[in-house]
Nanobody, 122 residues
Framework: VQLQASGGGLVQAGGSLRLSCAAS????????VAWFRQAPGKEREFVAG????????YYADSVKGRFTISRDNTKNTVYLQMNSLKPEDTAVYYC????????????????WGQGTLVTVSS
């Protein structure tokens, strides 16, 4: 499966962005999808994940209450709605997919999108 992340950009602190992760090659509906981010000089970190059946979502503590992950399996797309953005949210955001279980370790994901840059100005 190929993943394409989009929707990044420059936004002021307190603003919102919605990222999209579109899949091609095969359907996403059997995969867990997660968003990770990587800031300059830092390791890639888990942001949010969603099960294939949409029953369960997971969030990093740093984004709980501000970010919402969702998916539309009919459109083969997963979204990350980001509200109340902070300068510390600045990073390249990646979507990734793997079977069955949402995990927070990047190396355990089989498929990755190319990343989309989110910059939050203060």
């Amino acid at each position: 499966v190929q993943l394409q992340a989009s929707g990044g950009g420059l936004v002021q602190a307190g603003g919102s962005l919605r990222l999209s992760c579109a899949a091609s090659g095969r359907t996403l509906d059997i995969y867990v999808v997660a968003w990770f981010r990587q800031a300059p000089g830092k390791e890639r970190e888990f942001v949010a994940g969603i099960r294939y059946d949409v029953t369960t979502t997971y969030y990093a503590d740093s984004v709980k209450g501000r970010f919402t992950i969702s998916r539309d399996n009919t459109k083969n797309t997963v979204y990350l709605q980001m509200n109340s953005l902070k300068p510390e949210d600045t990073a390249v955001y990646y979507c990734a997919a793997r079977p069955v279980t949402v995990l927070t370790t990047p190396s355990l994901y089989n498929y990755w999108g190319q990343g989309t840059l989110v910059t939050v100005s203060s």
